[in-house]
C-alpha cells in the first residue's frame, strides 16, 4: 500500500537554528499538508498545498514557517528559527481529490 | 470556526464488548469526516472515510456513521480486542482540505 514517507523521524535542534522536515507525498496525489501535534495536545493544521502554492495556511504557520515542493517527489517544512514552543511532532499527509487523507509517521521535533 | 468534541475522553472496557465513540462537530458544512487511529508516539493511520453525502462506512469490525445535519458521527467496534487499544481521532475536512480534529478518545481494551 503506497505510504508518506518523513525523514528523518526525530531531530534535536537547537533554539535559533534553521531546520527542514522532508516528506514524500503518494506519487499520484495533489494536495499536501503539514499538521503538528504537541505532546498531550490535539492534532493542529499548519498549511495546504496544491497546484505549487499554499492553498490554507492556520494562524500557526507565521512568516517563521515556509514550504516548498522543490521536485516532483519531495515537500518540505523549513521552519527558521526554532523556538522551544515549536518542539512537536510533524505531519505530512496528502490526498488525492475527492479521498481521505494518508498521514506519515511524523517527525519528532525536539528544540532545546 | 469549526470545533470538534469528542466523547468520551478515555474508556476502557473488558474484551468482546462492542463500543461507540462519539463526535460531534460544530459546522455542518463539512466536506468529509475521517477516523482515524493513533498509537502512543506513532502517526495516525486512516480508519474510515465518509463523504459528506454518505450516512455510513463499515470496515470489517467497524461502521463509522454521519449525520451531518445535526453535526455528529459515531464509531462503533464490535468485539473489541486489546489490540484495539488505542486513541481514536475524528477530523472533519473542508472542501479546501483542512482538517480539524477532535481531542481524541483513548480506548483501552482488557484482556
Known amino acids: 500500500e503506497p505510504e508518506v514517507t518523513q525523514t528523518p523521524s526525530h531531530q534535536v535542534t537547537q533554539m535559533g537554528q534553521e531546520v527542514i522536515l522532508r516528506c514524500v507525498p503518494i506519487?499520484?496525489?495533489?494536495?499536501f499538508y503539514w499538521y503538528r501535534q504537541i505532546l498531550g495536545q490535539k492534532v493542529e493544521f499548519l498549511v495546504s498545498?496544491?497546484?505549487?502554492?499554499?492553498?490554507?495556511k492556520s494562524e500557526i504557520f507565521d512568516d517563521q514557517f515556509s514550504v516548498e515542493r522543490p521536485d516532483g517527489s519531495n515537500f518540505t517544512l523549513k521552519i527558521r528559527s526554532t523556538k522551544l514552543e515549536d518542539s512537536a511532532m510533524y505531519f505530512c499527509?496528502?490526498?488525492?481529490?475527492?479521498?481521505?487523507?494518508?498521514f506519515g509517521s511524523g517527525t519528532r521535533l525536539t528544540v532545546v | 470556526k469549526q470545533e470538534v468534541t469528542q466523547i468520551p475522553a478515555a474508556l476502557s472496557v473488558p474484551e468482546g464488548e462492542n463500543l461507540v465513540l462519539n463526535c460531534s462537530f460544530t459546522?455542518?458544512?463539512?466536506?468529509?469526516l475521517q477516523w482515524f487511529r493513533q498509537d502512543p508516539g506513532k502517526g495516525l493511520t486512516s480508519l474510515l472515510l465518509?463523504?459528506?453525502?454518505?450516512r455510513e462506512q463499515t470496515s470489517g469490525r467497524l461502521n463509522a456513521s454521519l449525520d451531518k445535519s445535526s453535526g455528529r458521527s459515531t464509531l462503533y467496534i464490535a468485539a473489541s480486542q486489546p489490540g484495539d487499544s488505542a486513541t481514536y481521532l475524528c477530523?472533519?475536512?473542508?472542501?479546501?482540505?483542512?482538517?480539524?480534529f477532535g481531542d481524541g478518545t483513548t480506548l483501552t481494551v482488557k484482556p
Open positions: 499527509a496528502s490526498r488525492s481529490a475527492g479521498l481521505g487523507y494518508t
Open positions: 506519487s499520484n496525489h495533489l494536495y
Open positions: 498545498f496544491y497546484n505549487n502554492e499554499i492553498s490554507e
Open positions: 459546522d455542518s458544512a463539512i466536506y468529509n
Open positions: 465518509i463523504q459528506s453525502s454518505q
Open positions: 477530523a472533519v475536512n473542508t472542501n479546501a482540505g483542512k482538517s480539524t
